[in-house]
Structure formats: C-alpha cells, structure tokens
Nanobody, 125 residues
Framework: QLQLVESGGRLIQAGGSLTLSCAAS????????MGWFRQAPGKEREFVAG????????YYTDAVKGRFIISRDNAKKTVYLQMSSLKPEDTAVYYC??????????????????WGQGTQVTVSS
C-alpha cells in the first residue's frame, strides 16, 4: 500500500529557509515522477515543483523558480523540497505527490497523483 509521509513544515520568518521531506513506501519509488503541491486557506491546491522518475528533469511553478529546489534520493525513497527566501505568500499546507503511472514523462498532475497528508508551512512577515 502506497504511503507518503511529509515532514519538515513549521513556522518560519520571511527570508528564511526550510527543507521538506517526503518518505515513500509501498511503491517502486525510482519508477515514478514525484512532486510537491500546496494549498493555502481558501485557495485551490496548486503545483509547486516536480521531478522526473529518472531525476534529471525538474519543473517549477513561476512563483518559486530560483527559490525552491526539488530533489530525490531513490535509495532512501525520499523526495525533498528545499525552500529559500521564503515569503508570507508561501504559507500553505504542502503535499507530496506521486504519479500514479510509472515511467511517465513530466511532473505529476493533480488529477493523477497519490497524496501524503500534508505538512504546514507558515511564513511570518
């Protein structure tokens, strides 16, 4: 059974840095694209970053380009999101996503992903 467990979210001041982790189990991790989405209060869940199953392609929403880095460690079955220069508008619940099909190109899409339970990131001004 697939399980995604996020960790690392907390309250942090604007301008700070934070790394989120997502530990996966129940799947052959290296075969699946992985990603991070976020949902702020009153807003829809939005794509933040994605990484291909082979790890060499990464994708970012414009709002986080140059500030966030997604990476994966297939041996540890873990995907990371390094966040820097955090802004109050980055405040959200961050969800780890795993594509539902192996070896698919591109980042996981919201309608074709399995989800973790989320981790809260709060950026204070």
């Amino acid at each position: 059974q697939l399980q995604l467990v996020e960790s690392g979210g907390r309250l942090i001041q604007a301008g700070g840095s934070l790394t989120l982790s997502c530990a996966a189990s129940g799947l052959t991790f290296s075969r699946y694209a992985m990603g991070w989405f976020r949902q702020a209060p009153g807003k829809e869940r939005e794509f933040v970053a994605g990484i291909s199953w082979y790890g060499s392609s990464t994708y970012y929403t414009d709002a986080v380009k140059g500030r966030f880095i997604i990476s994966r460690d297939n041996a540890k079955k873990t995907v990371y999101l390094q966040m820097s220069s955090l802004k109050p508008e980055d405040t959200a619940v961050y969800y780890c996503a795993a594509d539902t099909l192996p070896f698919r190109t591109g980042p996981p899409a919201a309608d074709s992903s399995s989800w973790g339970q989320g981790t809260q990131v709060t950026v204070s001004s």
